[in-house]
């Protein structure tokens, strides 16, 4: 798509339906006076691209890179060869020039969506259980988004937690992430590619007067993303480069959206989309800003020219507009606003949702003593399901019960750790559990049925099934020994001793008319006094 149609407009177009003018003719992707109109604060990357592009038709002009990577690198060796290399020399040739900072034109994402909400409310179950903050990996994919021009949206289907010690006012993650390689490559074989698209996190401090509502902190006046924060999601190295093809070098820097769950003043936890741009990354590789003590502050390092620690820091700019709404450029020493480091996304849910993973109820993974991942959890579950016989195509329903509940991003995740299947069957399980036909064609849990592991499954589960009881056992067990008081015992164990004494003594005849036992020798019942017979 190189240029989109606004449609006729009812004000000036005076011609025909099949006609067309000035005012609805094809528009480029970069229209200023439709992102103005649209309130479309950064235009999305291809239409900047589209906008740098050469217009002419020469070949030679097109294959001309319109970007290439920011650095703000001292170049090593110096590409004039006249003096020793940095730090030990610098020259005009190899140090970097002056940046001024200001909002980015372009971003890479134009929309974050979650599949469904059960996903957030999932993610947030953790902090409302403990209060302790959680961190997680947004695991989806990139489509169009069409109420951009030329957009992209990431589309969010799971959320991975790494291994992470949550603490009220923060957490602690584990870096480098032991576990990436494995999970990138299980969500490389959905049905639908999927990839690591981001992070999300919380910070919700509950009030002391109400514990259902919360700290309103992050704000306009405040800050919406610290300086800590936004350094670490320039720093992140599986958010620094992407591969594509009209760039130098066929890479660019990217820093995917990331969205954290903070209070806000309408609604109990807000939410918010803000990705790093390039010159962030760049400022990050150089390492020539830190985190301040002040959140919404970045501080500039200073110069450093020791052989062990060598930091070159050029003079850096930041451009705003002042109360007289005119542009002003100040120096970005020793301090700047964290906004210069970010850019804003739209995020949302869709409205008829149709997510890959139907089920999200398995328990999710590193979150120990609040929800425990148990192999023996699994095999209750099929059991219950009936899973082993599954063999018969007739039990369509069960087929249904037994395709939703594998359809779930933890269980998976979970079953690859466990060695019950092969590699190549849990690529198939994955994307057996993502087919868009599963809930439409039961037969297509048939190829994962056949396969060595899931029968190795499916034989521990039976193995693990809880015993049935034979047909000779009574259907009503009633009260057993241990439930019956031990008087009762002594009281029968009385009555057959007297019994058994009286017997031998006498013989003991029956009255025929009150039924009462009359032990005597007499013809009269003791008790109504009528003949005994």
């Not at 002040?294 to 109360?323: H, L, M, T, W």
């Not at 299947?421 to 190829?447: C, Y």
Request: include cysteine; aromatic fraction near 10%.
């Amino acid at each position: 798509m190189e240029k989109f149609h606004d449609g006729r407009d009812p004000r000036f177009c005076k011609h025909a339906l099949n006609g067309m003018c000035d005012y609805c003719m094809p528009l480029e992707p970069y229209d200023a006076a439709y992102q103005a109109e649209h309130n479309i604060k950064h235009l999305s990357y291809h239409a900047y691209l589209r906008k740098l592009s050469p217009k002419t038709s020469s070949a030679a002009a097109q294959a001309l890179p319109p970007l290439s990577p920011t650095s703000y690198k001292v170049k090593v060796p110096c590409p004039t060869g006249n003096h020793p290399s940095w730090p030990s020399g610098i020259c005009t040739a190899c140090q970097p020039s002056a940046i001024t900072l200001q909002s980015q034109q372009f971003r890479m994402v134009d929309h974050l969506e979650f599949a469904t909400q059960s996903i957030v409310d999932r993610f947030l179950r953790a902090w409302r259980a403990t209060g302790l903050q959680r961190f997680g990996w947004l695991i989806g994919r990139y489509e169009p988004y069409n109420e951009v021009p030329m957009g992209i949206k990431a589309v969010v289907e799971a959320i991975h937690e790494p291994p992470q010690e949550g603490e009220l006012d923060g957490l602690t993650l584990g870096i480098p992430w032991e576990d990436e390689q494995r999970i990138r490559e299980l969500a490389k074989s959905a049905s639908t590619p999927l990839s690591i698209v981001g992070y999300i996190f919380t910070d919700l401090d509950p009030t002391p007067e109400d514990r259902t509502k919360n700290v309103y902190k992050r704000h306009a006046q405040s800050y919406f993303v610290s300086s800590l924060e936004a350094i670490f999601a320039a720093s992140d190295p599986k958010c620094k480069s992407y591969p594509i093809p009209v760039v130098h070098k066929r890479r660019f820097w990217l820093t995917y959206g990331y969205r954290h769950s903070y209070s806000d003043r309408r609604w109990p936890s807000g939410h918010l989309c803000l990705p790093s741009f390039r010159a962030a990354c760049a400022m990050v590789a150089a390492d020539m800003i830190e985190a301040s003590v002040e959140p919404g502050i970045v501080r500039v390092k200073e110069e450093d020219r020791s052989q062990d620690s060598a930091r070159y820091v050029p003079d850096v700019f930041y451009r705003f507009k002042n109360e007289y709404s005119l542009e002003v450029k100040k120096s970005a020493k020793p301090c700047f606003p964290v906004e210069y480091l970010l850019v804003n996304v739209t995020h949302g849910f869709p409205q008829t949702p149709n997510p890959m993973f139907r089920s999200t109820n398995f328990a999710i993974e590193n979150r120990p003593g609040l929800e425990d991942q148990q192999v023996d959890s699994i095999l209750s579950s099929l059991n219950r399901l009936g899973a082993p016989s599954l063999e018969d195509m007739r039990n369509v329903s069960k087929r249904l019960e037994v395709a939703k509940w594998l359809s779930d991003w933890h269980l998976i995740a979970f079953l690859e750790t466990t060695q019950l299947l092969s590699p190549n069957d849990t690529k198939l399980l994955i994307r057996t559990a993502t087919s868009p036909r599963m809930f439409e064609d039961p037969s297509v849990l048939d190829a994962l049925m056949n396969t060595d592991g899931w029968q190795t499954l499916m034989t521990f589960a039976r193995e693990s099934a809880p015993a049935r009881l034979t047909s000779s056992a009574p259907t009503d067990l009633g009260r057993t020994h241990d439930e019956i008081p031990q008087d009762i015992f002594d009281q029968i164990a009385a009555e057959e001793a007297t019994q058994s004494r009286g017997s031998g003594n006498s013989r003991v005849r029956i009255c025929p008319h009150c039924t009462f036992e009359n032990t005597h020798g007499g013809n009269d019942c003791e008790v109504c006094g009528l003949p005994l017979g």
